[in-house]
């Protein structure tokens, strides 16, 4: 009897094996300066298919419930994956979000995602747009048989997990590995500080003002410290987005959103959580003379942060200085056409 | 000759299972639990289970107070609508205390994407605010003034405030462990407290109560 059972594990074994897929290794290239990534690759490594999978099911809108809508319909490669020029989201049957979409970068360093940071892990982010009745208005269920029933994905799942049976988890983990590969770290700022390139006297002149106004939030080298701030914007009594407090129930969380990256800022307009400003010199004004006290506005814009105009222009160049156009138009971050 | 050894062998498989399985089971008080039946909770009020599902992880039985088994990647989603859902092996021989989490830990809640009976396919996992619901019991009752009557109780929450899982210590007297509805919404005021979605006080406070439901069969 025992003998038995061994001959039918290593049927089993030799089973799995066979089915398992010979994976093309890939790791994630960053500057050696830049802080461990809080993503864990040990867990979940990043291979040539998974990320091709991601890219595909990215760029599909089968994962919304009418087939029209898919995740770069609002996160669009060439404008740093957000949905330029839109306030806020845009979803299925022209239905409209309220908040306006974040741009993807570097987000192997988030540990928070969304502008409540309601979702803990880059993993379970999908989830809220494929099923939020306002975007992709879908379920996970029905995304999962969509897939099965093509010819396409069941083989592209079984080269990327050894399965060809589709399910949320693998879907997940493909859409992460695709996201994790959108690194910005080439804009003029990141050669700059590899000595590849001199700030003009005016980046430079807004490089101290930065250091010395924005840094504390917007850290380098991401360009924010992660954390969930009152930026002093009066709330629209259109939306009433009281941010971190819906999610935490802390009253002390009230107005609090999720500091955005400033990295590639030139091309992720509009900005902040409602997009209520259209250009950087309407943010820089706010910041000025237009923040609006509340208990839970952030310390250090008590007061404002008042700047002379010279001094916007100066920090507005060096805000550009984070642009970084091999990120931006990447054809490996593009619509897949094969 | 060969058929009786045969037949001998698959008694002796079949016990050997049984012994070493818990089984849990759903109840209204001593009944099995029946889904979408009327039950009567207390005088005049009536209700009717339509779902309950739970996650069970980390089990592991005790000896004289020590640990004699534990359970590997344990986590089982439990669905009163899928019989097969409810029974799982466990060594139950084994010791005499067996202990158990209502729930699913916050390290598992902030893992990210997990297959099996954590895959977020499961229905068990909220979207908008990550985490699992540990404890999902919707029904009817008469006294529930809401749409069709119907309440629904979702709770989860892993974060430190609103931790919602549970960890259950029963003395093993038996393989069959009744989750009793009754003594559950016995607890809960139905016509004021009716919907729980997110987590929060309230979700911490009923998966307390929740916990308080499982014994097993035959414990006076």
Known sequence: MRSKFIVVGLIWVGLVAATLPTLIKVTLFYPSSWPKPVYDFEKSALSKEGISLGRKLFYDPLLSADSTISCSHCHLSYTAFTHVDHDLSHGIRDSIGTRNSPALMNLAWNDKFMWDGAVNHLDMQALAPITHPAEMGENLNNVIAKLQRTSSYPKLFQAAFGDSIVTGKHILKALSQFQLTLVSANSKYDKMKRGEYDFTEQEQRGYQLFKANCNSCHQEPLFTNGAFENTGLPVDTTLNDYGRMLITKIASDSLRFKVPTLRNIEYSYPYMHDGRFKTIRQVLNHYGDGIFDSETLANELKGGIPLTSNEKVDLTAFLLTLTDKEFLFNPEFAFPRN | ?220
Not at chain 2, 69 to 97: C, N, Q, R, Y
């Open chain 2, 1 to 220: 000759m060969k058929c009786a050894f045969i037949n001998l062998f698959i008694a002796f498989l079949s016990v050997g299972i049984n012994a070493q399985s818990v089984q849990f089971v759903p109840s209204f008080g001593e009944q099995e639990l029946k889904l979408d039946t009327t039950y009567l909770l207390h005088s005049g009020i009536e209700v009717k289970i339509e779902t309950l599902r739970f996650y069970i992880s980390n089990l592991e039985i005790y000896k004289n107070g020590a640990v004699v088994w534990k359970e590997k990647d344990s986590h089982h989603l439990l669905d009163a609508a899928t019989p097969e859902s409810l029974k799982f092996p466990v060594p139950i021989d084994k010791g005499d205390k067996l202990v158990f989490l209502l729930g699913t830990d916050s390290v598992t809640n902030v893992s990210g994407a997990m297959g099996g009976a954590l895959d977020p396919s499961n229905g068990m996992y909220w979207a908008w605010n990550s985490g699992y619901i540990n404890f999902k019991l919707e029904g009817t009752s008469s006294v529930c003034v809401t749409r069709n009557n119907g309440f629904e109780f979702h709770l989860g929450g892993y974060t430190r405030e609103h931790a919602t899982v549970q960890q259950i210590e029963l003395l093993i007297t038996g393989n069959e462990i009744l989750v009793d509805l009754k003594a559950f919404l016995s607890q809960v005021s139905l016509a004021e407290q009716n919907k729980i979605m997110s987590p929060g006080t309230e979700a911490v406070l009923l998966s307390q109560k929740a916990a308080s439901i499982f014994r097993f069969k035959n414990e006076k």
